[in-house]
Protein backbone atom coordinates (compact mmCIF):
# COMPACT_ATOMS: atom_id res chain seq x y z
CA UNK A 1 0.00 0.00 0.00
CA UNK A 2 0.82 3.88 -0.41
CA UNK A 3 1.48 6.27 2.31
CA UNK A 4 0.64 9.84 1.59
CA UNK A 5 1.98 12.67 3.58
CA UNK A 6 1.05 16.16 2.78
CA UNK A 7 2.80 19.73 3.14
CA UNK A 8 2.98 23.39 2.00
CA UNK A 9 -0.03 24.68 3.64
CA UNK A 10 -0.27 28.03 5.20
CA UNK A 11 -2.06 31.17 5.74
CA UNK A 12 -1.92 33.30 2.65
CA UNK A 13 -3.88 36.99 1.57
CA UNK A 14 -6.59 36.90 -1.18
CA UNK A 15 -4.77 36.86 -4.35
CA UNK A 16 -1.48 34.47 -3.15
CA UNK A 17 -0.36 31.63 -4.20
CA UNK A 18 0.79 28.15 -2.37
CA UNK A 19 2.34 25.04 -3.64
CA UNK A 20 1.26 21.66 -1.81
CA UNK A 21 2.97 18.93 -1.65
CA UNK A 22 1.96 15.62 -1.39
CA UNK A 23 4.93 12.76 -0.39
CA UNK A 24 4.39 9.08 -1.53
CA UNK A 25 5.92 6.56 0.14
CA UNK A 26 5.23 2.35 0.12
CA UNK A 27 4.85 2.31 -3.39
CA UNK A 28 5.52 4.63 -6.90
CA UNK A 29 2.56 7.18 -7.47
CA UNK A 30 2.69 5.80 -11.44
CA UNK A 31 0.61 2.79 -9.86
CA UNK A 32 -2.59 5.16 -8.74
CA UNK A 33 -5.04 7.59 -9.95
CA UNK A 34 -3.73 10.59 -8.03
CA UNK A 35 -6.15 14.11 -6.88
CA UNK A 36 -6.46 16.17 -4.39
CA UNK A 37 -9.39 17.08 -2.25
CA UNK A 38 -10.67 19.37 0.35
CA UNK A 39 -13.25 20.01 2.80
CA UNK A 40 -13.80 23.62 4.08
CA UNK A 41 -15.33 24.41 7.47
CA UNK A 42 -19.11 23.51 7.44
CA UNK A 43 -19.05 21.90 4.16
CA UNK A 44 -18.45 18.59 2.85
CA UNK A 45 -15.57 16.77 1.27
CA UNK A 46 -14.81 17.52 -2.59
CA UNK A 47 -12.84 16.86 -5.41
CA UNK A 48 -10.38 19.50 -6.44
CA UNK A 49 -7.52 18.11 -9.00
CA UNK A 50 -6.55 14.88 -10.14
CA UNK A 51 -4.86 12.74 -12.74
CA UNK A 52 -6.52 9.37 -14.70
CA UNK A 53 -4.72 5.96 -13.54
CA UNK A 54 -2.39 6.34 -16.32
CA UNK A 55 -1.48 10.06 -15.99
CA UNK A 56 -2.21 11.33 -19.05
CA UNK A 57 -5.22 13.27 -18.26
CA UNK A 58 -6.29 15.92 -15.59
CA UNK A 59 -9.12 16.85 -14.22
CA UNK A 60 -10.63 20.60 -12.28
CA UNK A 61 -13.35 20.96 -10.25
CA UNK A 62 -14.99 24.59 -11.90
CA UNK A 63 -14.12 26.44 -9.11
CA UNK A 64 -10.38 26.31 -9.33
CA UNK A 65 -9.97 26.19 -13.43
CA UNK A 66 -7.11 28.48 -14.36
CA UNK A 67 -6.18 28.83 -10.79
CA UNK A 68 -4.81 25.93 -9.40
CA UNK A 69 -2.54 23.23 -11.17
CA UNK A 70 -2.15 19.71 -10.22
CA UNK A 71 1.72 18.09 -11.38
CA UNK A 72 4.22 15.26 -10.44
CA UNK A 73 7.52 14.18 -9.86
CA UNK A 74 8.07 10.95 -10.18
CA UNK A 75 11.76 10.77 -9.10
CA UNK A 76 10.48 12.22 -6.31
CA UNK A 77 7.16 10.19 -5.86
CA UNK A 78 5.24 13.21 -5.44
CA UNK A 79 2.34 15.06 -6.37
CA UNK A 80 1.76 18.89 -6.24
CA UNK A 81 -0.86 21.61 -6.29
CA UNK A 82 0.24 25.02 -7.35
CA UNK A 83 -2.41 27.48 -6.24
CA UNK A 84 -2.43 30.48 -7.22
CA UNK A 85 -4.88 33.80 -7.31
CA UNK A 86 -6.33 32.25 -3.91
CA UNK A 87 -9.53 33.19 -2.64
CA UNK A 88 -11.29 33.36 0.83
CA UNK A 89 -13.94 30.15 -0.22
CA UNK A 90 -10.40 27.83 -0.84
CA UNK A 91 -10.12 28.26 2.90
CA UNK A 92 -10.16 23.82 3.64
CA UNK A 93 -8.04 21.53 4.99
CA UNK A 94 -6.71 19.60 1.66
CA UNK A 95 -6.08 15.89 1.53
CA UNK A 96 -4.15 13.94 -0.81
CA UNK A 97 -5.42 10.93 -2.26
CA UNK A 98 -4.61 7.98 -4.21
CA UNK A 99 -7.21 5.25 -5.93
CA UNK A 100 -6.06 1.98 -7.94
CA UNK A 101 -8.69 2.93 -10.24
CA UNK A 102 -9.69 6.47 -10.50
CA UNK A 103 -9.67 9.35 -7.91
CA UNK A 104 -12.36 11.32 -8.89
CA UNK A 105 -15.65 8.78 -8.60
CA UNK A 106 -16.55 7.10 -4.83
CA UNK A 107 -14.07 7.11 -1.99
CA UNK A 108 -10.06 6.79 -2.72
CA UNK A 109 -8.27 3.67 -1.64
CA UNK A 110 -5.83 6.08 0.36
CA UNK A 111 -5.56 8.99 1.96
CA UNK A 112 -3.13 11.58 3.39
CA UNK A 113 -3.93 13.45 6.44
CA UNK A 114 -4.44 16.49 5.47
CA UNK A 115 -3.06 19.99 5.26
CA UNK A 116 -4.68 23.42 6.39
CA UNK A 117 -4.84 26.38 3.50
CA UNK A 118 -6.10 29.21 5.32
CA UNK A 119 -6.76 32.73 2.53
CA UNK A 120 -7.82 35.53 4.37
CA UNK A 121 -9.55 38.50 2.74
Known amino acids: QVQLVESGGGLVQAGGSLRLSCAASGRTISNYAMGWFRQGPGKEREFVAG????????FYVDSVKGRFTISRDHAKNTVYLQMNNLKPEDTAVYYCAADSSSVRTGSPDYWGRGTQVTVSS
Open 51 to 58: FNLRGGRT
